[in-house]
């Protein structure tokens, strides 16, 4: 079992910066993707980035040039700097955890909600 906490979430003005954070825990192992989605009101959830435990990214072309995923190993944690954000990058942010065999984790949630 794994369990996503994550946390950072809030109200920025448009052109502001956030940055989420998600630690994982419990039967973590390796190779795996650490990443987000988010979910707009009344829209399907939409992929946002990801990062393996190798290192490789992957970013939607919503976010790409905006957003940075990172992510530290050691702690289990991936990390989303949101900068230049604007009112359509409101959502409810998820961060995911996938194995190497395929299973999936996901969190809670964080708001984010960027105002004009």
């Known amino acids: 079992q794994v369990q996503l906490v994550e946390s950072g979430g809030g109200l920025v003005q448009a052109g502001g910066s956030l940055t989420l954070s998600c630690a994982a825990s419990?039967?973590?192992?390796?190779?795996?993707?650490m990443g987000w989605y988010r979910q707009a009101p009344g829209k399907q959830r939409d992929f946002v980035a990801t990062?393996?435990?190798?290192?490789?990214?992957n970013y939607g072309d919503a976010v790409k040039g905006r957003f940075t995923i990172s992510r530290d190993n050691a702690k289990n944690t991936v990390y989303l700097q949101m900068n230049s954000l604007k009112p359509e990058d409101t959502a409810v942010y998820y961060c995911n955890y996938r194995s190497g065999r395929g299973s999936q984790t996901w969190g809670q949630g964080t708001q984010v909600t960027v105002s004009s």
């Open positions: 990062m393996t435990s190798g290192g490789t990214t």
């Open positions: 419990g039967s973590i192992f390796r190779p795996n993707i």
